[in-house]
DNA sequence: TGTGTGACGATCG
DNA sequence: GCGATCGCCACAC
């Protein structure tokens, strides 16, 4: 049952590019004036995790999610750090640099 | 159909 | 400045 604002999720985390991450917050946002956690619960039950690159999305502080550690945060961040994303501390992504607009 | 949960954010203390 | 609690809406059972 994917609602407009599910499926607005999933396109817009899918849109977000190698080296760039997006923070729940702004995901929220575009997908519709949503609450940040619903982005999480989303995305949690994504049905395409081929096209949506949760690693991607962080946190507004920055830093990985608490619950998607599929293998560990810090490898989480070693895949964004490989893609080309810039990182301030361990395990915190740095917005300034690494964050995506949508165009 | 209704209740509970949930990968966060912001505000209160 | 840090910790804990509330709120928000969609999805699963």
Same mark, same amino acid.
């Given at each position: ?6 499926? @607005? !999720?999933?396109?817009?985390?899918? #849109? /977000?590019?190698? &080296?760039?991450?997006?923070?729940? =917050? ?29 690693? @991607? !999305?962080?946190?507004?502080?920055? #830093? /990985?999610?608490? &619950?998607?550690?599929?293998?560990? =945060? ?30």
């Amino acid at each position: 049952m994917k609602s407009d604002t599910t499926e @607005r !999720v999933y396109d817009i985390v899918a #849109k /977000i590019p190698q &080296g760039k991450v997006m923070t729940y =917050k702004a995901v929220a946002v575009k997908a519709g004036r949503i609450n940040p956690r619903l982005v999480g619960v989303i995305l949690h039950q994504n049905s395409d995790p081929q096209k949506v690159p949760c690693h @991607r !999305v962080v946190r507004s502080d920055g #830093k /990985i999610a608490n &619950g998607y550690a599929f293998g560990g =945060k810090v490898a989480q961040l070693t895949r964004l750090r490989k893609e080309g994303v810039v990182f301030s501390n361990a395990g915190t992504v740095d917005l300034v640099k690494s964050s995506w607009n949508v165009a």
